[in-house]
């Protein structure tokens, strides 16, 4: 943010604001912020200074730093929460084959699910793989953010946003909302009954989860921690899963680093090796 946009701005906001704000964005959730990220920390916080009639960042700050239960505010106003159904679909077909030539009980964890709609996909795809919704298939969608965890859990979307599905899909997977649902779409109870949601943080010492996934994904999160933090959650998630099991990561999260741990098994998926000492 320059000299002259903090001046004009709302609230008061100094760099030194924007470096407690990273430094306790870090401690509380493992998020990195680069430099660049100072004017969205304005923009995501001001309306919570707004909201409790607040004047500065400053005031915010002690603010946060006296009542415990605003930092599930602090941290959903600034988790970065991009997804989409199917999203980076290659991973979907892989465990498509997977799930076909795998067919016993299986457990999914979704790491980082965000709003719903990759959790989702994940549940439609083990759907298509068995040509039924009765299926011995169990999926957990974790995040740390509240705020999107209810919109998951609700399931509704915009009709847009499934845009890309065929007729026949859409209409296995969801109802069309009516009157003044218009515009809107629900995800099927069949499907919805597959997933269970929890509010976790990646970076808790301990993980209330199973301790035999099959498969995870955990994608597009790891590209807001630093390679140490990385390691640390990679060593978590892995005693969490089989040691036959899949590890899916976003497209940029390149795990070379961290080879004592994970199998590259092309495009991203990988599979563990088991835990080291
Ligand atoms: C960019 S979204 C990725 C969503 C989805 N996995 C995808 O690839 O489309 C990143 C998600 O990670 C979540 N997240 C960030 N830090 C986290 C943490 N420490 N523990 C759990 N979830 C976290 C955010 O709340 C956000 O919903």
Redesign the pocket.
């Known amino acids: 943010m320059t000299l002259e946009t903090r001046e004009k701005a709302e609230f008061g906001y100094e760099r030194a604001d924007f470096e407690v704000v990273r430094a306790k964005l870090k401690t509380l959730?493992?998020?990195n912020l680069a430099d660049s990220k100072d004017s969205m920390v304005y923009s995501r916080l001001s309306r919570r200074i707004r909201a409790l009639h607040l004047k500065d960042f400053s005031g915010y700050l002690s603010y946060l730093d006296n009542h415990l239960e605003e930092q599930e505010n602090f941290i959903n106003a600034l988790?970065?929460?991009?997804?989409?159904f199917f999203?980076e679909h290659h991973h979907f077909e892989q465990l498509k084959g997977y799930i076909q030539s795998n067919r016993r009980p299986l457990k999914i964890w979704c790491a980082?699910?965000?709003t719903g709609e990759?959790p989702y996909s994940l549940a439609m795809t083990a759907v298509e793989a068995y040509g039924r919704f009765n299926i011995p298939v169990e999926i957990i969608a974790?995040?740390?953010?509240s705020k999107?965890l209810e919109t998951a859990s609700r399931g509704i979307y915009k009709i847009e946003q499934v845009s890309d599905m065929t007729a026949d899909f859409k209409k296995r997977y969801f109802h069309r909302g009516k009157g003044i649902n218009a515009g809107l779409v629900k995800i099927v109870p069949e499907l919805k009954k597959l997933l269970t949601f929890k509010k976790?943080?990646?970076?808790d010492a301990k993980y209330a989860l199973p301790e035999d996934f099959d498969i995870v994904f955990c994608?597009?999160?790891m590209i807001?921690f630093d390679k140490q933090t990385q390691l640390a959650i990679l060593e978590k998630i892995i005693s969490h899963m089989k040691p036959n099991g899949l590890y899916f990561a976003?497209h940029s999260e390149n795990f070379s680093h961290v080879s004592k741990l994970l199998t590259p098994l092309g495009k991203t998926v990988y599979k563990p090796k088991g835990m080291t000492q």
Do not use: F, P, Q
């Not at 988790?79 to 989409?84: A, E, H, K, V």
């Open positions: 959730t493992g998020i988790t970065t929460n991009l997804t989409s999203r980082a699910a965000s990759e974790s995040d740390i953010d999107v976790l943080n990646l970076m994608r597009n999160v807001y976003g």
